[in-house]
């Protein structure tokens, strides 16, 4: 009986054991069973998940560009066993789902519901943003200001004014221009650099030079100004506009082309002044071998002193720009004795 009993006792102990070894292999597997479900994969079209997936990752932005209306998913369950809806469709795995956008700017939340055997649930969000168009590249071409640092354009600037001239003197070499753009992202080429402005050399006196600013608007039209650079030549006007006497009439009235004068005054006066204004302002004027007006001065003034009954004669010689054309006036004035 003794013997009977010690055999039940170790059976009881060896399947007790054995119980709880495989209590402690069930839990694990239990444990398995109720975690929870997730994703292998989960793929978008258009665009990128933000972040990259991951299974453990529940929630992603998607950026798509203003003219996708649809987005497409795909999406894999680690267990072939779990269920998933996309947005409340059953969906399998790998089963492309596509859903359409709201026009922009609009968010769209897109969810997808996995529920393991166990009825365990696991959520995953995507995020889908459509933003706003982009507003369409400026076709703003034209320039706000156009300057030429020696003389002046002509016509004045206007924005819609695409051809100019300037002249500058015949000692001008060179000129710079500044052009300003309207649009800061518009582009400026040509003879002219983006940075827009640019000295420009010019060739001989006489001579032209062209000088062309291309505008490129941001959506690539373009607008071409041009402006025409004159140097003149050297003036050959040697003419006198003006010739007047402080005393007397000059004899005949002056005329440019006219060369003698002669005039009277009265026995009283002991001298007279003669004045003389040029027809071109870099002419020079001199009289008696001194410079009484140099370039840029308009008017000359001369005074001789006079004897009684007697004929003082006076030059004014005029000398062109040029150098070498020239004409002398020359003014004969009588003083009486009484």
Known sequence: MKHALTIAHQSFAALLLMTIGLGAYGCADTAAIIEE???????????????????????????????????????????????????????????????????????????????????????????????????????????????????????????????????????????????????????????????????????????SKVVKITVTAPNGDSKTYSITVKRLAPSTDSNLSALTLSAGTLIPSFSPGELTYLATVSANAETVTISATKSDPNAVISSAGSVIAKAGDPTGRVTVSLGRNATTTVSILVTAQDGITRKTYTISVFRPER
Not at 38 to 67: E, I
Not at 85 to 111: C, D, M, W
């Open 37 to 207: 479900a997730q994703l292998a994969s989960l793929t978008v079209s258009p665009g990128d998940l933000n972040p990259a997936f991951s299974s453990s990752t529940t929630r992603y932005d998607l950026k798509v560009s203003s003219s996708d209306d649809s987005v497409t998913i795909r999406a894999n369950p680690q267990d072939s066993a779990t269920k998933m809806t996309i947005n409340g469709v059953a969906t399998n795995a790998e089963e492309a789902r596509s859903f359409p956008l709201p026009e922009p700017p609009s968010i769209t939340p897109i969810t997808i519901v996995l529920t393991a055997p166990s009825g365990t649930q696991k959520t995953y969000l995507v995020f889908v943003e459509r933003p706003v168009p982009p507003a369409p590249p400026s076709s703003n071409n034209n320039l706000s200001n156009l300057e030429v640092s020696a003389g002046r354009l002509d016509p004045a600037f206007s924005a819609g004014t695409t051809q100019y001239t300037v002249e500058v003197g015949p000692a001008v070499t060179e000129v710079t221009v500044t052009a300003t753009k309207s649009d800061p992202n518009a582009v400026i080429s040509g003879d002219i650099p983006n940075e827009g402005q640019a000295t420009i050399s010019l060739g001989g006196q006489g001579t």
